[in-house]
């Protein structure tokens, strides 16, 4: 018997009026996650399109391909650097034994791979499976399908966090980002926040030693390393160089931070197959791009003689800490970013200014990006109104 055929045959006790009626959510996620679901649309007037939204949350997930492979091979290559410079040749953790195989030395690819590997999926499956467990839990009591937004927003919310970050921490901030962050407004669609950027602010702001700081970066217990971006807020771009850290290697991925978000490279590829598959808008990555590139720009010129950041370069903010990662994955989310065309430029011009502002004025807060697209969040539907009614004033006067 094939899979069709199985699911076909327990459908019955699944829709209305079987014994499980109350599942139908689970099915239904089941059988549309292998199968193309068998719904058309009906009536005269509709748009033929062959994407749907299980291709494009799909196609997002895949675009984040070459992100999560450096997701692994950093975040191993970085413990590996650790414990070569500390003179260890184990950990003392469940990750011994697979290690003991492969070894610890930053110079083996495979070994890094591995390694990193240790630390990402345990991340991403806490990740997949107390989320999931929420998302088909209000799909059950409010009877409807469960919706494969989710495989975006566990990818995402792991790519984001540090590699040494608990797993409790982990299941709690994925809980508070589907429950508070999208279900309690009605689920995909009708959240106007990002709900893995606000799973992270919960545990930015809850518990702030184990997502910021030098010792969740790198995941060898007793080892600190700050990230190039936590460097320059405290001296400035020699502060970097000081470091021995150079714009190649933040551009590539080889440095300290969260799991998905150090190889520039990396999501730039991934802003390609989603521009190119017109699943992310490349007016909000412009508008984030610009605004970030005017308002540096202009602390540039202006200079402080007791603000190393003012002075740094645009191509510096652009390849370290999460600026890329937040422009292409996480302010092109269509459901909490503006609408309108106009107002998808005003969108992204406004995080990437206040991206800037927060990085370079607010010392406590090095990294801007996600307070940034969760504050443009909460303007978004704002933005688009004023462009509307700016649309519907010159049509008057053009037609008066």
């Not at 740094?312 to 309108?340: E, I, K, L, Q, R």
């Amino acid at each position: 018997m094939s899979a069709r055929d199985f699911l076909d045959s327990i459908e019955p006790h699944f829709i209305k009026g079987g014994r499980f009626e109350k599942y139908f959510g689970l099915y239904e996620m089941v059988d549309t996650f292998i199968y193309t679901p068998a719904e058309v649309t009906r009536g005269a007037t509709h748009v033929r399109d062959g994407n749907d939204l299980k291709r494009t949350m799909t196609f997002v997930v895949v675009a984040t391909f070459f992100c999560v492979l450096m997701a692994m091979y950093n975040t191993g290559y970085q413990a590996n650097l650790a414990m070569e410079a500390m003179g260890l040749d184990k950990i003392n953790n469940w990750r011994s034994m697979p290690m003991a195989l492969f070894g610890y030395s930053p110079a083996n690819p495979f070994s890094c791979m591995v390694h990193g590997a240790l630390y990402f999926f345990p991340i991403y499956l806490t990740t997949i499976a107390v989320g999931g467990i929420w998302e088909v839990l209000f799909a059950t009591v409010r009877k409807h399908e469960v919706n494969e937004g989710f495989l975006v927003t566990s990818m995402l919310y792991a790519l984001i966090l540090p590699p040494n970050m608990p797993l409790w921490q982990v299941a709690l901030g994925i809980s508070f980002g589907v429950v508070i962050g999208k279900e309690v407004f009605g689920g995909t669609g009708k959240n106007f926040l990002n709900p893995a950027l606000t799973g992270r602010a919960f545990l930015y702001f809850a518990y702030p030693a184990t997502i910021s700081g030098d010792s969740v970066w790198v995941a060898v217990d007793g080892y600190t390393a700050a990230t190039p971006l936590s460097l320059a807020a405290n001296g400035g771009l020699d502060a970097v160089h000081a470091a021995n850290y150079s714009w190649a290697q933040t551009f590539f991925g080889f440095e300290p931070g969260c799991l998905g978000e150090t190889s520039t490279l990396a999501i730039l590829i991934g802003a390609a197959f989603l521009l190119y598959t017109g699943v992310a808008s490349y007016r909000i990555m412009g508008g984030v791009f610009i605004g970030m590139l005017a308002t540096v720009l202009l602390f540039n010129i202006i200079g402080s003689d007791s603000n190393p950041m003012f002075a740094f370069p645009w191509y510096w903010h652009f390849a370290t800490g999460g600026f890329a990662f937040g422009m292409v994955y996480m302010a092109t989310d269509p459901v909490s970013a503006a609408m309108t065309d106009t107002g998808r430029w005003l969108f992204g011009g406004l995080v990437g200014a206040m991206t800037i502002l927060i990085r370079v004025v607010n010392p406590a807060f090095p990294e801007g990006i996600m307070l940034a697209i969760l504050f443009a969040n909460m303007f978004a539907p704002t933005i688009d109104y004023f462009v509307i009614q700016a649309n519907i004033r010159r049509r008057i006067k053009r037609h008066a």
